[in-house]
């Protein structure tokens, strides 16, 4: 018989990591361990001699970056005794929250904003099984209800807020190291409520300063023009962008991503609503992964800054996708150039579509 | 500086097993190494002293099983001088298609049913650029097509005809016996064009075969009752069923997969679209696992089983999750029964709401 190896999830494989006991309930669904993809195509049409990969994040169970911070939050939420968990989100999170009280057996309240939520991410909430409530307001007005609620009523606040939920997701940077062999040079990210820059930097320094590598990346986060608050210096009043899991104009972890940036000589910047279509476009038509809009923001960043010459060749990079891009398919659909083809069910019809677009 | 160690799919790691050369370009997205996830609350709610196992395909790249098939496919294809690729689909293999074909920079062909594909499939083929034709007819309409259009036109079916995607495919047996450490004593599966059961006995055959374990699984086969030729014992012409993936009623592996139940002394079944939702909302609500309708039919499956004695307890078992939900949004929608609470953003409103809803 060959011996087991069944991964169960980064908690149980960082556990010397993360604040847990050896006898914690884990509250797992497998999560981490997403592919580090290294792209063909795109550094080819850039022309400059790159190491590019994304780390595709949306391989998660809730197809988004959030189930490594959600799985150390419900852990620690079950562990405290709680039996309910509360967030705002703008979909991702909520729909991961969902999934690991469903597995915990506890209620979940989520809070998202009126009609600006992307369809995958609703479905998901909705069939956990949690509560949703749609309010009349966006993610920063449902981010300061979770803060009084969570004063007057008993619930567990697993916003990013909760310290639990960047102990998670600072594996990320953990996986990509043991990927690598190292550090990469640049790391580029989507930056919204700015936790997860904040999570990566923590990874990244603490493999650091035990000394399993010797050197960090530089962080290069970037938010949509419409929902800059990193940009303009203070919080937006309403943001707005097509990159919903982005739109967030007061961000929870502000002095933590500004601290990120600067030690590590890092910088943020800006992409229109159709340069982040564009990227994400790209990104599926050259190299086949699909993610979603705020995520091909780190592609966008990338590309830029790789073209500028601000990244020098020879540099390796990682770009995060945080979701896949399943999350929001009307997005998808409605920017893709060529609708299908309406054709008969004949061999004739079929051969001359064929012959009009086989590339030569 | 720690050894890299970084996935790179499923070709490069069991290449020894695979017909491929030392010097084949390997197109992949890192597919494979999905997660064995134990089931924690089903068993406890059927009350049988069982250990079930979800393999979530769902995670594969383009959330699906037929990334592990279509990394072969597409591999060979481009080895042998092929620039276009084509697959009748009911929308996963058309996504998984076009994904890889995008990656390896040729065109993918893809034949659809009007109107009955998921809409995140149909999102995925449009974002990845390939040719969408969309036919007057449904699925078996299609491949009849495919097939007649490979002898006229220079392109490469990647359909599981293609001998290359049960290759593929097939290491989804070997993963689960090294994840067990054993192969399981029954393995759950949807059953629709028929290719992954066939996939899947081979893979366990062969590792029984060279000695890595002494035993294979019965194979448990289960159909929707309106889309179900096994059952029937020979094609049904108008497959319906909510569950898309497996509305199919001219299996292609029709003698292999019957092969594979007798060899195995395992079964086939059936279930009404209203069992297959039922069981989809329960491995949502209680383990916090979100697949396609059809994935849902192995849990309903091996349900029915274990509650009847045909699985008996002390069992293990491994349900195949061939799709992850989001490819489905809309059916998720429509079949779930809280709607999002429309509230206020008011602390009072949202303390109410909880109330009213909290387990206690």
């Not at 010459?309 to 920017?335: F, N, R, W």
């Amino acid at each position: 018989m060959p011996p087991t190896h069944r991964y169960t999830g980064l908690i149980d494989k960082y556990r010397d990591y993360l604040p847990i006991h050896d006898d914690t309930r884990i509250i797992s669904l497998g999560e981490g361990n997403t592919p580090l993809i290294r792209l063909n195509n795109i550094p080819k049409l850039l022309k400059k001699d790159i190491n590019v990969y994304v780390k595709y994040e949306g391989l998660n169970p809730t197809c988004s970056f959030k189930d490594r911070g959600m799985t150390m939050a419900i852990t620690k939420a079950v562990e405290e005794g709680s039996r309910a968990v509360i967030c705002a989100s703008t979909g991702n999170t909520s729909a991961s929250a969902a999934a690991y009280a469903s597995r915990a057996g506890i209620t979940a309240f989520v809070i998202i904003p009126d009609g600006k939520i992307a369809l995958g991410k609703l479905a998901q909430a909705m069939m956990h099984g949690c509560v949703v409530m749609q309010i009349e307001g966006n993610f920063d007005a449902g981010m300061s209800l979770v803060k009084e609620v969570a004063d007057h009523a008993p619930v567990t606040i697993v916003n990013s807020i909760n310290p639990y939920r960047l102990q998670g997701q600072k594996t990320a940077a953990f996986e990509i190291i043991e990927e690598l062999g190292k550090a990469p040079d640049y790391h580029c990210l989507p930056l919204g409520n700015a936790g997860n820059i904040s999570a990566y930097w923590m990874g990244y320094s603490e493999f650091n300063q035990i000394g399993v590598v010797n050197q960090r990346p530089k962080m290069c986060a970037y938010q949509a023009s419409g929902s800059a608050p990193f940009l303009r210096g203070h919080p937006v009043a309403n943001p707005e962008t097509i990159a919903t899991a982005i739109r967030i104009g007061n961000p929870q972890s502000w002095d933590k991503a500004w601290a990120a940036q600067k030690e590590s000589q890092g910088w943020f910047d800006e992409f229109s609503d159709d340069e982040i279509l564009r990227s994400q476009k790209l990104l599926a038509e050259k190299e086949g992964i699909f993610c979603e809009p705020a995520s091909a923001i780190s592609i966008a960043g990338m590309m830029r800054d790789v073209t500028s010459g601000k990244i020098p060749e020879g540099s390796t990079i990682v770009c995060t996708l945080t979701g896949h891009g399943l999350k929001d398919p009307d997005t998808a659909i409605k920017q893709s150039a060529k609708p299908p083809l309406k054709i008969k069910a004949e061999l004739n019809d079929v051969k001359a579509a064929i012959e009009r677009n086989l590339k030569m």
